[in-house]
């Protein structure tokens, strides 16, 4: 069979787009009743390119999230780019609503050059951490802006830890009112979990972050010196790149 050079393009062009775009996957919500998503939600399914193990379950009012890794690569991507994780409700634009947690912006990827991020204990992992749960950005119908995540506002609500094994867990409370969501008449949600490059926002003056120098900045001026290595000097490549795209199956009340 004659293959012509238009072929041979059109054959390109399908493998390009097989190679930069994952497959959506159905997963299935779990109802949130009548435990509390901080001590019950499991994640019961992994990706196997980025070793990210995610699971999700929704009540009347909110859409919970826990993702969780013990992979090297993937905690340096997610720590050093910030994960980004979009929302396309049924019969609603495509990811119009997305949350960007952690929110790494440049003063921190220089001071993440100095964390010692092998160990759980770290002080200066610890706050690192600390100042990425301060604030998250959301965007929706009205563009991108900051949210506070410490103040108890019954909001969006976003936490970021490693314990002692050097697993990195992180837990997403969205409350559907905030994308226009009947959670009793809306049956799908597109999840797309992804981490999107340097995520330092243009436009954005960082209230919370890390300061120059290998210091930790915490408002006054103070700073901790944290000490070298980590992920950054340890591992080479990006072979974990995060791109999860999921078509979630709300749960009901029984």
Known sequence: M????NSWSLLLLVALAGCSSSK?????????????????IKPDQQDQKSRLRYGIINDEHYVYLTLKTKDPTTIQNI?????KISFSPDGQKKDQYSLLFPVVMKEDR???KRVDTDLPNSLGLDLLLDSY????????????HFI??????????SKILMDQNGELTEQ?????????????????LGVNIKVDGQS?????SPRIGIGLGGGIGMGGGMGVGIGSGGYNSRYGGNDRNVDIKLEVQLARAN
């Open 24 to 40: 959506t996957m159905t997963y299935e919500s779990k109802w949130n009743a009548p435990f509390s998503y901080v001590d019950e």
């Open 110 to 112: 220089k001071a993440l």
């Open 148 to 157: 506070n995540l410490v103040a108890q506002d019954g909001s969006i609500k």
């Open 172 to 188: 997403i409370a969205i409350p559907f009112s905030l994308m226009g969501v009947n959670a009793k008449e809306t049956a799908m």
């Open 2 to 5: 004659k293959i012509t050079r």
């Open 200 to 204: 330092s926002q243009s436009g954005f």
């Open 79 to 83: 720590l050093s780019s910030g994960l």
């Open 133 to 144: 749960n301060k604030e998250a950005v959301w965007k929706d119908k009205q563009g991108q």
